[in-house]
């Protein structure tokens, strides 16, 4: 390559990522206008938060039996247990670290 054509080559690097820049604040400063849009960010950013805190967050590990089966609610159980004696809210937690997975794949 010559000196020239490395030259022009970083120009148009330069003016197409600046374009992208562009685009990208355009985007954010309509999507930020959005009620609706923000409120989906959100939701989509608690998800993901709750995935990555969840073995602090949960109390059991979600396969663990900690009752006998249908346990209503309680303060050890908040969701009760389930048809095996696993806790609900537990597993809920814990699935929860499948939404990443299936929103990238779907």
């Given at each position: 390559m010559t000196?020239d054509?490395?030259m022009t080559?970083k120009?148009?690097?330069?003016e197409?990522?600046?374009s992208?820049t562009?685009r990208i604040?355009?985007f954010w400063?309509?999507?930020k206008g959005?009620?609706?849009g923000?409120?989906?960010l959100s939701?989509?950013?608690?998800?993901i938060?709750?995935?990555f805190?969840?073995p602090?967050?949960?109390?059991?590990?979600?396969?663990?039996?900690?009752g006998?089966p249908?346990?209503?609610?309680?303060e050890?159980?908040l969701?009760?247990?389930?048809?095996?004696?696993r806790?609900i809210?537990s597993?809920?937690?814990?699935?929860?670290q499948?939404?990443?997975h299936?929103?990238?794949?779907?």
């Amino acid at each position: 390559m010559t000196l020239d054509n490395q030259m022009t080559t970083k120009a148009l690097l330069r003016e197409r990522i600046s374009s992208h820049t562009i685009r990208i604040k355009d985007f954010w400063t309509i999507y930020k206008g959005s009620r609706i849009g923000m409120i989906g960010l959100s939701l989509i950013l608690a998800f993901i938060i709750i995935a990555f805190i969840a073995p602090w967050l949960a109390p059991y590990h979600p396969r663990a039996l900690v009752g006998t089966p249908f346990l209503p609610p309680t303060e050890k159980h908040l969701l009760g247990t389930d048809q095996v004696g696993r806790d609900i809210y537990s597993g809920l937690i814990w699935g929860n670290q499948n939404f990443p997975h299936g929103g990238a794949t779907g």
